[in-house]
């Protein structure tokens, strides 16, 4: 922790505590009433389909109770999307750049005070930025496109739950930023069945070699409980169905039209699987995590708005 | 004193070539386009030389063209083209400001040596080894310090500029990782450096006048120039001025007598003479019997003078000259062609022993057609590890045999090959990396992986990992089922084009459990497979969601 975070943690930690206080009362107040604007919703879990990725997320937010659930005035907010691969938006392998912009712009509608989006790549971090239209949808949107190509970025944390995974280096904005936004593109992998919400963490994470040597699985979903992004967005606009992770070409993607959204990041990776026509139980690391109490994997246990366009 | 006014025109020249290359080897965004770089290297001596052999097309006669400048005015090549040439003037004029200047005597020519370094560079090059040409090349040595010392320098202080705007939450500057993978290249480029320092302080042109082959050849070929640089016996006052600016340390003030194939056309006498005692003269037909001498029938051209109509004739026997040398250089062509097999395999089996994991020899780019060659035409400039966009290409020691010293490789632990990306056949300035489109490319096979099992995590920890598989442009390296559920990679060398994304992506350590072994020749390969549908029914969307 550097001493800017540091300012910043403490100044937050103090602006939370102050929150919470001023308005814990008020809420109990009014919860029985009136549910007041952006309150949050009812539903564990919203499934969108045929739609646009943009109108698809508007209308998911909207019955999620709208961005100001979720990202407060004066917040930062890091917008973390699938960037690992030098492919153009239609090979699926990264997230809809579309998609991204609809995000940020909508964080900032709801008061976001700086919106960084970063991933750590697999291919050349520029490249990628800039072919998967990302870069561009980003400064678009007005927000921070940063790079993650550094080790000097990324700081060494303990994950206390973790079985196989006992410390990351975690980049630095996870770690200082408010409101953690994880946009994931639903794949199929050649390394772990699926790769959405959990598997998008490996981006945040600077030695993913470590985690490869290490059962892969048993880390993903260690790491899964270290920060729980306050919001999963699962693009399932452009799915890649074979030779994924990366894919060759355009044929390996299908066009499914699909969003997913929820706190829950094992359910919304279980819905993925869902989605993938592959059972959650399937994909060991979904198993794991569910299994560690991360979140729940059992579609039917959760309340979900299920919308078509 | 009329002929001052070259001298700022000579600087001028000189710190643009300079300072363009300079920022071609250090820059990291791909600011310049590559035509431009070409356009910038298209001079530069052996570069365009061994291009020129290769594809004899006026697109690389640069070095032609110095042959005639020479022809006409001395080595103009060396104070403007040259970078080390420049640099060496840098340090001499900065020991000026800091110090007296140590004056560079008058002193004969180091004729033996400077023959002797040019004859085995020659008969080196005959048989296909670029050993002096690595060594001495004042354009590549100057390229390895650039690209060696000055681009880790550079880096760091973007670094450090990124790492200050970071704190101001700004991240319009990002941050470029500085690894040396192999320290022999920087070692002899400080090396490199510290001699060159040393010796433009303390002996002015000294290395283009003795060491460097370049110098050597244009020395010859200046001996035959139409317009000379002379002094005057009239107006001369053996003041002694321009001797004592002179950093080849080829004028003799009491002979009266200038050693034009030494003289690296400078201008700085001009600027030094306060009479109109040195200059440029007609010298041509005076020449053949005569020893560079100050006969008063030659008179001093001056800018108000037009040139004397006979100079055309001169130019036409000079022609001739070079046209006697292009079928020499033929002749030279086929005789590298010839030796290259026998004496490069030679260098290439003699040098690594066969170890499990490794290469048995280095890969070398796509577009560099087969070892041969590439280690025949790579003078190790180091370009091409400067403009590397991911930074695969590593300079080496000796991987390629003592012939291909400094020569970069694929070094797959250090990165792997975009598989877009074509930036090295753009800016070769050697011919050594031939130009490819990225259609070429995508079925260019510079290699192909191998699976070494028994070390695989897969095998050994009985944990699922597919790195490799999930880095592979191509899927050439496909996930098969192993034991239960757990997957493991198999190889189909066929679609595989070597780009190292698999031997990089593999965790296992020390030794990768997959490597890309070297294709001598670079083979064609299969495109990827259309399709490949397995037991699992094709995932359709659903008009209903599934949960």
Redesign the interface.
Known sequence: MDRREFFKKSILTGVAAGAAMTFGDFRKVFAGKIPPPGAPGPFDLVAVKDGEPVQMFDKAIESLGGMKNFVKQGQTVVVKPNIGWDTSPERGANTNPALVKRIIEQCFSAGAKTVYVFDNTCDNWNKCYENSGIQKAVKDAGGKIVPANSESNFQQVDVKSGKKLKNAKVHELILSSDVFINVPVLKCHSSSVITACMKNHMGIVWDRGFWHRNNLNQCIADFAGYRKPDLNVVDAYRVMTKRGPRGVSEEDVVLMKSLILSKDIVAADAAAAKLFGTEPSEVPYIKLAHEAGVGTMDLTKLSINRIKM | MQLAFLKKIRVVVSLVFFIVTVFVFVDFTGLLATRLIGALLYLQFIPSFLKFIEALSIAAAGFFFILILTIFFGRIYCSTVCPLGTLQDIFTWLSKKFRKRTRIKFTKPQNGIRYTILGALVLALCFSSLFFVNLLDPYSLAGKVFSGLLRPMFYLGN?IL??IL??F?S?AV????VKIFSWPPVLFSLFFLVLIIFLSVYKGRWYCNTLCPVGTLLGIFSRFSVFKIRMDETACTSCGLCAKECKAGCIDVKEKKVDFSRCVACFDCFKACPEEGIGYRIAFFKHKGHKESTKDTERLITTSQPLSPLCNLSVLSVKKDNNTNLSRRNFFKTTILGTTAILSAKTVFSGNKAQQGISAVPVTPPGSVSIWHYTSKCTACHLCVSAC??KVLQPTFAEYGWSGMFQPKMNYHA?YC????VKCSEVCPTGAILPITKEQKSTLQIGTSKFIKNIC?VVT?H?????C???????AV??VPYLG?L?IPRVDEKICVGCGACEY?C???PDKAIYVEANLYHRKALK?K?????K??????TDD???
């Open positions: 670094n990124s790492r970071q704190l939450d991240y990002y941050s470029v990782p966009p991911t990165e975009n598989f877009e990306c995590i920890k944990t699922a990992c597919g790195a598989s999930e880095h592979c442009p191509t899927k496909e996930m559920d997957m992506a965790p296992t350590k990827p259309k399709k490949v549908e397995d699992k029914k094709a995932i359709k969307p969601f599934p949960f």
